[in-house]
């Protein structure tokens, strides 16, 4: 079966960084995407980063792009996320899916546990 598990989330202060890792399970990445999406108390899941499948190609939402970046090992079968100079806003449960190349969330139908990313001083 299709699994994903994220992880590597924690506090962090304005303007420092983080790393999260998601770790496929049951596929390869050369056959499903893998996006990173986030959900903040009383908003919708918006997705903010993918990777295609193919070739490696990537995506960001506009509030990421320039700050975040998307990233594959395919020998570790992992996908990570580097979060750099982060924002309050940035605040948000964080979750890993394997679908499509798309930062829609309807695309995904395999999604892991999701972590907690604070960004506060």
């Known amino acids: 079966q299709v699994q994903v598990e994220e992880s590597g989330g924690g506090l962090v202060q304005p303007g420092g960084s983080l790393r999260l890792s998601c770790v496929a399970s049951?596929?390869?990445?050369?056959?499903?995407?893998i996006g990173w999406f986030r959900q903040a108390p009383g908003m919708e899941r918006e997705g903010v980063a993918c990777?295609?499948?193919?070739?490696?190609?990537?995506i960001y939402s506009d509030a990421v792009k320039g700050r975040f970046t998307i990233t594959r090992d395919k020998a570790k079968n992992t996908v990570y996320l580097q979060m750099n100079n982060l924002k309050p806003e940035d605040t948000a449960i964080y979750y890993c899916?394997?679908?499509?190349?798309?930062?829609?969330?309807?695309?995904?139908?395999?999604w892991g546990q999701g972590t907690q990313v604070t960004v506060s001083s």
């Open positions: 049951g596929f390869s990445l050369d056959i499903y995407g």
């Open positions: 899916a394997a679908g499509w190349y798309t930062l829609s969330p309807v695309g995904f139908d395999s």
């Open positions: 990777i295609k499948s193919t070739d490696g190609s990537t």
